[in-house]
C-alpha cells in the first residue's frame, strides 16, 4: 500500500484553479508536518507549503495569497487549493509527511507526484 497519493492534477490555462489532493493511507494521523512539494523541469524540488503539528498553515512566498493548504479533520487527505496559477507554477507536485518529529519538519514519506501544466 503506497502511503501517499496525490491527484488533481491537470492542464489549465493561466489564471486558472486546481485543487490538489493527498490521500494519506495510514500515516496522517501520525504525521508531525504534512506538506506540498513542487519541481520544475530542469529546477531543484521546492517546499510549497506545509501544515505544522499543530495545525498551522505555512506557505513559501513566491505563492503567498495564491495558495492555501488544508487538512480534513480525520487528517487522512490535505489538499493544496491553487488559484490565479501562473505558467510559473508549471511542475510536478509533491506531497509529503513528517512522522518522526523534531525541531522542524523533516519528510520521510513522499508521494509519486501530480502534474500541474499552465499555460500561458
Known amino acids: 500500500q503506497v502511503p501517499l497519493v496525490e491527484s488533481g492534477g491537470d492542464s489549465v490555462q493561466a489564471g486558472g484553479s486546481l485543487r490538489l489532493s493527498c490521500a494519506a493511507s495510514?500515516?496522517?494521523?501520525?504525521?508531525?508536518?504534512m506538506a506540498w512539494f513542487r519541481q520544475a523541469p530542469g529546477k531543484e524540488r521546492e517546499e510549497v507549503a506545509h501544515?505544522?503539528?499543530?495545525?498551522?498553515?505555512h506557505y513559501a512566498v513566491p505563492i503567498e495569497g495564491r495558495f492555501t493548504i488544508s487538512q480534513d479533520n480525520a487528517k487522512t487527505y490535505w489538499y493544496l487549493q491553487m488559484n490565479s496559477l501562473n505558467p510559473d507554477d508549471t511542475a510536478m507536485y509533491y506531497c509529503?509527511?513528517?512522522?518522526?518529529?523534531?525541531?522542524?519538519?523533516?519528510?520521510?514519506?513522499w508521494g509519486q507526484g501530480t502534474q500541474v501544466t499552465v499555460s500561458s
Open positions: 509529503a509527511a513528517d512522522t518522526r518529529g523534531g525541531d522542524s519538519c523533516d519528510y520521510n514519506y
Open positions: 495510514g500515516i496522517a494521523y501520525r504525521a508531525y508536518c
Open positions: 501544515i505544522d503539528y499543530f495545525g498551522s498553515a
